[in-house]
């Protein structure tokens, strides 16, 4: 029997971050989603996207914790976006792409706490990752899911989450699944 767990992640735009988690060994599903919003019920992406909802675009990842840890995902976390910029990755801006862990309990918590202390040391500027408790989540739309894998010639797909992904696959060629 796998000992399933759940992390739920913000690193910018979630096309980006779900196709190279789906790609980790230990990872069942990564599924893009909205968390953290202070609008009541499932606001829409056109929503989402103004910036005034509260949500961020984040992925849900479902993971075997016998084959990868907590830890070890936020270390593929932190090096699949830059956690030293406010509410932006690339050119995608607003506190719906912001850094962000929203942990699911205590022990996430303090795991979380912990990963960006010691790896404070590895960035010239602050690390600016929130970390906050795990409220009002929801799925994505549907065609969100699986985007990159369904769209890679998409422009945005072509020109970010390609050469993005490759960077990681190669950074990350042993955590990968085969």
Known sequence: MKNIEQATLGAGCFWCVEAF????????KAVSGYSGGTVPGTPTYR?????????AEVIR???????????????LFFTAHDPTTLNRQGADRGTQYRSV??????????????????????????????VSPLINYFDAEDYHQGYYKQNPEQGYCAMVVGPKLHKLRELHQAKLKK
């Open 21 to 28: 988690f789906n790609e980790v060994k230990g990872v069942l």
């Open 47 to 55: 929503e989402i996207c103004s910036g005034l909802t509260g949500h």
């Open 61 to 75: 990842v479902s993971y075997d914790a016998d084959l990868i840890s907590f830890e070890e995902l936020l270390l």
């Open 101 to 130: 862990i929203f942990y699911h309990n205590n022990t996430q918590k303090e795991i979380a706490e912990g990963v960006i202390n010691e790896f404070q040391q590895y960035f010239e500027d602050p690390i600016v990752t929130e």
